[in-house]
């Protein structure tokens, strides 16, 4: 058989796949749409005060693992310190910083030596001490050896003293209500829900002041522009279409609410993962099979964190998803397709594994073979064009639908004029910069292949436009 008459079973092949890829993100954002009309009609903005009332509020503890981060730590502990909560305590996990990060707290904070006593429920690494801050009585800071920021997150665990736990980034700035909306669903459902995920955007560009922000705007550089619209497709119709259905599996390190019961059972984060956020919510998926519950994804809480601005880093941290998504994939191989695990296992892992986890490798042979039949005139001009629609003109017109809704969910003024840049970027999104994001997840899939742990570096600049604008006059 000559490759002209292999052509039309390949063309065949590839369309069906690429139609199957963009009629799963289509149903995927449909479900998301119910799912933002249904928070919204629940939503009653007039129950705030009774929500924060110190009777109704669990307490909540705020686990912020730091290592390195110094440009950050200080501006994100001081907008927590301003979230409009009744009851809730900062604990800041240095783990093994090799710069100024623990100095920066002590003099942000002015830290002493806490005796308090720390629960050994998961193994960590040593700690060395906890302090707490004499000017804030509701902070402290537990300094340890560094062991990644699993092991840090597990230590910030053991020290916890409440039955809620919030995970969070160094670099991440949340909104004043944003810990109210997400303890909403532990308020209402306290018996159900063992984990709450809220949505992350894009901080670079925004005017961040001492970890609050001020002002919101679209980032400056291109590329952060496509990863704010990439952001946006991913909460809005990933994670919200995967939570209608109750197999959502992936909660942002960013931002995420959980119980400390249901982890510490599960044994805490995997330390031999660089996706612990993704595998961490995969086992309360399994958790929940038997002992009940649910995870929970949401639209409105919002926190905001940096992105890369170098390509470089870029391609280093989506290789490090893609890598983390085959470890977990593979970790947890026994639960898919199997219904016992509910919609988890029987659909959305095998459709992560098909649409997700080997999407590029298929996606780059489409686009290889549709090249390849134009170079070598074994096209036929109807698949070349029904292609065409299919990889580029639907998949536009889905990240536009995510602009759109997001819109409507999250309704801040960002400047006249916003919504019309987001939805040029949305278009051109999808003309080099996906196909360009494929190749970096490519390199994540053949270094799980080749075993590799590393955890690579990315360059941090710090919050906001004031603090990008440093870091380039420093480096002239």
Known sequence: ?????????????????FVALQTFYTVLIALAVVEIARHQARRLPELDPTILLEKSTPPITILVPARNEEKHVVDTVLGLLALEYAKFEILVINDGSTDETLQKLRDEFALQPDTRPIRQSIPTAEVRGIF?????????????????????L?????????PIFCSIDADTVVIRDGLLRMSEAFIHEPEEVVAVGGTVRVANGCEINRGIV???????????KFQQVEYLRSFIFGRLGLNRLGGNLIIS????????????????????????????????QRYVRHHGGRVVQLSEPIAYTE?????????????????????TMWKHRSMIGRPRYGLSGSVVMPLFILFELLGPVLEVLGYAWFIAALVFGFADAKFALAFFVVALLWGTLLTIWSVVADRWTYRRQTGQGSGRRMLLVAVLENLGYRQMTLLF???????????????????????GRQSLAAATEESR
């Open 1 to 17: 058989m000559n490759i002209f008459e292999l052509s039309p079973m390949v063309d065949a092949g590839v369309l069906t796949y």
């Open 132 to 152: 707490r801050s004499m000017t804030h009585p509701n902070m402290r800071v537990l300094d340890k050896m560094g062991a990644g920021k699993a092991d840090a």
């Open 154 to 162: 597990n230590a910030g665990i053991n020290a916890a003293r409440t």
């Open 214 to 224: 001020e002002q919101i705007n679209p980032p400056d550089g291109w590329l952060a």
């Open 253 to 284: 390190g960013a931002f995420g609410l959980f119980s400390r019961k249901a982890v510490v059972d599960v044994g805490g984060y995997d330390t031999s993962t660089v996706a612990e956020d993704m595998e961490l919510v995969v086992k309360l």
């Open 307 to 327: 992105v890369p601005e170098r390509l470089a880093d870029l391609a280093t941290q989506r290789a490090r998803w893609h890598r983390g998504m085959a470890e």
């Open 441 to 463: 997840r490519l390199r994540g899939l053949y270094q799980f292949l080749r075993g590799n742990r590393e955890w690579g570096h990315i360059e941090r600049r710090g919050h």
